[in-house]
């Protein structure tokens, strides 16, 4: 007994030690590449290179502006705003590679996004959200089936009958009659069945997850609409929805988090001004290109333009056109593995994006990142937003509802039992926050154990 206590102790060990090797490894990777982001340029150009850079900025800022001009104004505005959008990083890139200044930019912008990179898996070894084996097969699964969803892939892949042949009783939307989804999950329950699942869109997948966490059974999700970006967090594959189906005898359990906007589930995020008011309009679902250029510019600069405030946690923001809130943060688009991704379900926070562009010096200021104000990135447990109206439109994971102002966002933290496939292609890894580069240099150094604030001794 104490021999294999030992051996265990000593395995327990030997893996710390391989994590903080692996740590370590990592953030003498990121000092180097951001070493070599600096070195490359001013091997190429010397001190010039900050003139360089200088112009890179500058064609960023024009590039800003015209995008600005192309949404928030119309006529010859607009057509001069496309043309800046597309002239200036062009003219960028032209300059660049006649002074022969192209590859060594390239490089350089490489070798900073790998430093960012691998400076916040460094800080943080990874969480991979707890996983608890299937052991017993569900005897009464229901499975929803929106056949309309993803341009129609419950049938091309054949779902209803895979779904029957592995025990599920299956119910389809019934494509010419309205139908209330949650009624028919709440029966569900009540003739017993003992999973949940749904084929479709994540609007669709948010109300069924909601009686199924109030009920507290497990729920699985088939990727079959358009985008599925949760079935995407979850790691799951959009191009095979039936292999979720593994998820019934073959699975893991996770305990995932949902958010609500008042008493409206969403398992993605709560979008609202610009975009929440866009979807309104009844020309949308057609042409969603044309109804977005048609109506943005009275929503950014009319009389009518949304002016949104947003209490999260104790962090008051004022003066947004747009605001969108996520059940989990969405990941940076220059330093996480997958951009536009949420790297865990598990956090028990709501990521809030906050936008805040009302002039062309502001949309020129964005480039500067968060510092601009333009654009302010939170994590909060709570969320209220308000306006000076008495109700406010949202899209709730694609649908547009309207509720009474103020709409307080909260999370439900591990509210949903998700049962996914235990072999999952995508499967998420978390990386730290942003990069502390002091921190960072430390454990290059072998000063700092990861996952810690304080220096070894």
Partial sequence: MGRHGGNTRGSGEAGAAAVREDSAGRARLAVLALLGSILVPLVAAGLRSVLWALVGIAGLALAAVGVWWTLAHTGGLRALGAALSLAAPLAVLALFATFGMLGPALVSLALWVLALTAARTALAPGHIASEQAVTEAPRAPWVLMNPRSGG?????????????????????????????????????????????????????????????????????????????????????????????????????????????????????????????????????????????????????????????????????????????????????????????????????????????????????????????????????????????????????????????????????????RVRVPRRRPHAPRVSGGAADWLRVARLALGRLSPGRGQDEP
């Fill in 152 to 416: 129609g892939k419950v049938d091309r892949f054949d779902l209803v009958d895979k779904a029957r042949a592995a025990g599920c009783r299956v119910v389809l939307l019934d494509v010419g009659r309205h139908q209330d989804v949650t009624e028919l999950a709440r029966q569900a329950v009540t003739e017993g069945a003992d999973l949940l699942a749904v084929a479709g869109g994540d609007g669709t997948q948010a109300l069924v997850a909601e009686v199924a966490a109030r009920h507290d059974l497990p729920f699985v999700v088939i990727p079959a609409g358009t985008r599925n970006h949760f079935a995407l967090d979850l790691g799951l594959d959009r191009d095979d929805p039936a292999a979720a189906l593994e998820a019934l005898t073959h699975g893991v359990e996770l305990r995932i988090d949902l958010g609500y906007a008042a008493d409206r589930v969403f398992v993605n995020n709560a979008s609202f001004g610009t975009y929440a008011s866009v979807v309104t309009d009844p020309a949308y679902r057609d042409a969603k290109a044309r109804t977005t250029l048609r109506t943005l510019p009275g929503l950014l600069t009319g009389e009518d333009a949304p002016r949104l405030r947003t209490r999260a946690d104790r962090t008051y923001v004022d003066g947004l056109q747009a605001l969108l809130v996520s059940n989990n943060p969405y990941g940076r688009a220059v330093d996480a593995a997958h951009p536009g991704r949420r790297e865990r379900l598990d956090s028990g926070l709501l990521g809030v994006v906050c936008v805040r562009v009302a002039s062309t010096a502001q949309a020129a200021r964005m480039v500067r990142g968060p510092r601009s104000g333009g654009l302010v990135r939170l994590s909060a447990g709570e969320v209220v937003v308000e306006a000076d109206t008495d109700t406010l439109p949202v899209g709730i994971d694609g649908e547009h509802v309207v509720l009474p102002s103020p709409v307080v966002c909260r999370s439900a933290p591990g509210a949903l």
